[in-house]
């Protein structure tokens, strides 16, 4: 039965998600009714990049006035988009290896004829923490059919990682350098923002970007029928 708390911040994180959906709309309906404004580059670069995927936020890019394409925020725009585009639905994913907590090193492609999840995720990151055991539940339903996780934490100390991984129950492949916003693999992939996720085909084919919740669950349930 659920306790009155937990009804409470299940309706919290319900209203906490939709006020960023709709902050997210608000802005890039007021980026792209003021494409002519240097202003309105600087918020696409501040509040939109880390936010959107590679092809909506190099639409937005586009349309940008060109008597303002020379300014250091559309520049930057442009150059955060060329990134994106490695990790684009539809690529490759980039390969790269990482210690475990045990110092034994993990490459991603070892992992290739599963459909994998690399999760984007800190001890430090409360939304992250709060994703945890619907991801356990996902995990726990679809592993044996051949879904596998690899999460890359962002932690700063071994301490905080592993106490995490152990408090959240999180029994899937688990990697970092410890290096915080310096990761490797999240420099690799561009992440500005967690929880970050990409979706894997078992040729390493990116197939999907930050599915959570119910979105993620519908993935595979396509990916892996009864």
Not at 45 to 66: H, Y
Not at 149 to 160: A, Q
Request: proline residues 4%.
């Amino acid at each position: 039965m659920s306790t009155g708390n937990t009804d409470e911040a299940e309706k919290a994180k319900i209203n906490y998600q939709a006020m960023i959906d709709n902050n997210k709309v608000f802005t890039k309906n007021f980026v792209k009714e003021h494409s002519n404004s240097v202003v309105s580059a600087y918020i696409a670069l501040v509040q939109l990049a880390p936010q959107l995927d590679g092809a909506e936020l190099e639409s937005i890019t586009g349309k940008f006035a060109p008597e303002i394409s020379a300014s250091e925020y559309v520049v930057k725009l442009k150059e955060i988009v060329k990134e994106q585009q490695k990790t684009a639905v539809g690529t490759i994913a980039p390969d790269f290896t990482m210690n475990n907590p045990e110092g034994k090193p993990i490459q991603l492609s070892s992992l290739r004829g599963k459909v994998v999840m690399i999760d984007f995720w800190a001890s430090w990151c409360g939304p992250c923490r709060q994703e945890n055991p619907n991801v356990v539940k996902l995990y726990q339903q679809y592993h044996e059919k051949g879904f596998e996780i690899i999460g890359v934490s962002l932690d700063r100390t071994k301490e905080d990682w592993v106490k995490a991984i152990q408090d959240d129950k999180l029994t899937w492949i688990h990697v970092s350098d410890l290096q915080y916003w310096q990761n490797a693999a999240a420099l690799l992939y561009s992440v500005k923002l967690i929880p970050q996720s990409y979706l894997l085909d078992k040729e390493g084919k990116i197939i999907a970007k930050g599915l959570r919740n119910e979105q993620l669950d519908k993935k595979l349930k396509e990916l892996f029928p009864n």
